[in-house]
């Protein structure tokens, strides 16, 4: 691997800036994140996102191409050097120190990545989005974004949300998709008046929905709402909805068992491919 630094300390400084990327503060402070994996990476490069530097474990170099890459992966880092991405070659213990967990795929990487504003998203505004406020759990809010991404939504808002969109847990549960998925950050307020202003009927998902999920209209332009896994919906939507700012709705999913709701990225799910069957059944 022409050009690539070899680092075999744990304490190397490009060691630790890396590692130290695990940290939110240090991610908001830097705008760089970690993404472990050669397809994540790969999904962030075709996105357009800076690929700083990446970190291949030596042992590993000489893999040989898999069904899902067909690139040697010396040639595919040789790409991105080419590219003006900095290579590193580390040792097992230098490459466990920024490796997920105990898990090794044999490449991990800097991108420059961070949460984009509702101006700057570029949400689709003929297609359904979903709106998830106080999101707790970063493995969620992946699953979240695969599951926009493969039912071909507009996007996703994350209001209030208690994770950030580029913890490397997201982008890891997402496979890739935050990348590419029309994705805005801002507060609950701003969330409701961006509706208001571009009147988005919003369909809200609560326990005590006045409608099954299949009732509403999950088409069109639906901004599909749901509220955080311990606390649900805060009330700034319904006072949004009694003052006539917003129009909105809500939907229910039944639960015949002892559980009182599902997962939130279940809920996300089932939701958007109930706007996937409207949407084709009126084709």
């Known amino acids: 691997m022409t050009g690539a630094e ?3 300390s744990p304490a190397n400084p490009r060691i630790k800036r ?3 990327l695990r940290d939110a503060d240090e991610r908001r402070t830097t705008g760089l994140t970690i993404v472990d994996g050669r397809r994540e990476l790969t999904r962030a490069a075709a996105s357009r996102v800076e690929l700083v530097e990446v ?3 030596a042992g590993r170099l000489d ?3 898999t069904a899902e890459f067909g690139t040697p992966l010396a040639d595919w880092l040789s790409s991105l050097a080419a590219g003006g991405t900095l290579l590193a070659s580390l040792s097992e213990k230098a490459f466990e120190r920024v490796a ?3 898990r090794n795929e044999g490449v991990v990487g800097v991108v420059r990545f961070g949460p984009r504003s509702l101006a700057d998203a570029r949400l689709a505004a003929d297609r359904p989005i979903l709106v998830i406020e106080g999101v707790e759990k970063p493995g969620n809010l992946g699953a979240i974004l695969r599951t926009a991404d ?8 994350v209001c209030d949300a208690r994770t950030d969109v ?3 847990a997201v982008i890891r549960a997402s496979l ?3 990348f590419s998925m029309p994705l805005a950050t801002c507060s609950t307020n701003e969330a409701i008046e961006w509706c208001r202003s571009r009147g988005r009927p919003v369909v809200a998902a609560t326990p005590e929905g006045t409608r099954l999920w299949h009732a509403a209209n999950l088409s069109g332009a639906a901004a599909i709402l749901l509220g955080s896994e311990a606390h649900g919906l805060s009330g700034a939507w319904t006072a949004a909805a009694e003052q006539g700012l917003i129009r909105m709705e809500s939907v229910r999913l039944p639960m015949h068992g002892i559980a009182d709701s599902l997962n939130l990225s279940v809920t996300a799910a089932v939701l958007a491919y109930e706007s996937v069957r409207q949407r084709e059944a009126v084709r």
């Open 6 to 8: 070899s680092i075999t």
């Open 18 to 20: 890396a590692a130290a």
């Open 55 to 57: 970190f291949v474990d």
């Open 63 to 65: 893999d040989p191409p």
């Open 100 to 102: 997920f967990g105990g």
């Open 150 to 157: 493969a039912a071909g939504l507009g996007g996703v808002v």
């Open 166 to 168: 580029a913890n490397p």
């Open 176 to 178: 890739g998709t935050v």
